[in-house]
C-alpha cells in the first residue's frame, strides 16, 4: 500500500498544476505621479490597484466573471 501512495500523490499534484489557469493581470497606478503599470503582483507600497482583472500583459483584455 505504501508503495503506490507516493507515485498516487506525485500524480494528483502533477494533473492539479495541469488544470490551474495564468495569474490574472492587474493595472497599477504610482502614489507619486500617477503613472500605469500592467502586473501580475504588487509593485510596492507605492503603488495602488487600479483596475482589473485582466487576461493580458498589456491590461487590454478584460477577464470575464465566471
Known amino acids: 500500500m505504501k508503495k503506490t ?3 498516487l500523490l506525485i ?3 502533477i494533473a492539479g ?3 490551474a489557469g495564468p495569474a490574472p493581470w492587474y ?4 502614489k507619486l505621479d500617477g503613472a500605469l503599470a500592467c502586473s501580475q503582483t504588487p509593485l510596492g507600497p507605492g ?3 487600479s483596475g ?3 487576461r493580458d500583459a498589456r491590461c487590454e ?3 470575464l466573471a465566471k
Do not use: I
Open 11 to 13: 500524480a494528483s499534484l
Open 5 to 7: 501512495a507516493l507515485p
Open 52 to 54: 482589473g482583472p485582466y
Open 17 to 19: 498544476a495541469a488544470l
Open 47 to 49: 503603488w495602488e490597484k
Open 61 to 63: 483584455k478584460p477577464m
Open 27 to 30: 493595472q497599477w497606478r504610482s
